[in-house]
């Protein structure tokens, strides 16, 4: 009876590891396959905000040339020869040095 009782705990160890094991596989299973979902929704909340981002800086770049057409226009020699004669400057007529000879080197 003594040995009956050793091959049955015995037969229960191996049983409980088994059952272990598999338990173990399967929580892996299980970890791995939610793992994967958490992840999924997290990229797809990220692609949401990359998108945002995105549509932003396409905002930005858009803003960027209109306000650069903008200075263009507004720093062109004639825009600012009319902006001068409303602020009561004159049209430049000729220059008049004082002292000596001026001395200007030629570009070749």
């Known amino acids: 009876m003594n040995s009956y009782?050793?091959?049955?705990?015995?037969?229960?160890?191996?049983?409980?590891?088994?059952?272990l094991r598999k338990g173990f596989l399967w929580g892996l299973v299980v970890i791995s396959f939610l793992s994967q979902i958490y992840f999924?929704?997290?990229?797809?909340?990220?692609?949401?905000?990359?998108?945002?981002?995105?549509?932003e800086k396409i905002d930005v770049i858009r803003e960027n040339k209109r306000l650069t057409g903008e200075l263009v226009r507004k720093a062109s020699l004639s825009t600012l020869t009319k902006?001068?004669?409303?602020?009561?400057?004159?049209?430049?007529?000729?220059s008049v040095f004082i002292g000596g000879e001026l001395k200007t080197q030629a570009l070749r």
């Open 5 to 19: 009782n050793i091959k049955n705990k015995k037969l229960k160890y191996h049983l409980l590891r088994g059952a």
């Open 40 to 55: 999924a929704l997290r990229g797809l909340s990220y692609s949401g905000v990359i998108s945002q981002i995105e549509s």
């Open 83 to 94: 902006k001068a004669s409303e602020l009561g400057f004159g049209s430049f007529q000729a």
